[in-house]
């Protein structure tokens, strides 16, 4: 990956839906040399993809949690099955530390999230923090283009 790549990744990274021409313009390479970059640094899974990001809140998502699990290592397996399943888990990682899991929610009232605790609890002992706001919104590794 050179500074090019670089440049490229960032400004997907600023507006996934940016015209190949403007990036090609910034660049000094033509549109078709770009696209082939752009398709080298998909094909290479650099680029997992592009996404869109939705305001939950305007859609009455107004409770936000990280819910740590405390669970032993041989419920991974009807765990992980469990976890994705849940349309409610924006994300959710295998941690170090007393907890294993870190589980990222949306819900639209606190009663729908402690449903969803009481379904969680069969797996372990969790530990709940509601998020008020979010100063940083969550965001990629910046690219670097010294």
């Known amino acids: 990956m050179d500074k090019v790549d670089e440049k490229i990744l960032q400004m997907l990274q600023e507006n996934a839906r940016i015209p190949v021409k403007e990036i090609a313009k910034e660049v000094f390479l033509s549109s078709p040399a770009v696209s082939a970059r752009i398709d080298r640094l998909s094909q290479s899974g650099l680029i997992k993809g592009y996404h869109m990001t939705i305001d939950r809140a305007k859609l009455g998502y107004d409770v936000t949690a990280f819910i740590s699990l405390e669970m ?42 402690e449903i969803f605790l009481g379904a969680l609890q069969r797996y372990g002992r969790t530990s709940t923090q509601i998020v008020f706001s979010t100063p940083v ?10």
């Open 72 to 113: 032993e290592p041989s419920q991974k397996t009807d765990f992980y099955p469990f976890i994705k399943s849940c349309p409610n888990v924006l994300e959710c990682s295998c941690i170090t530390g007393q907890y294993s899991q870190l589980i990222k929610v949306a819900f639209r009232t606190t009663s729908e999230l």
């Open 137 to 146: 919104e969550p965001r990629d590794v910046n690219i670097s283009t010294k």
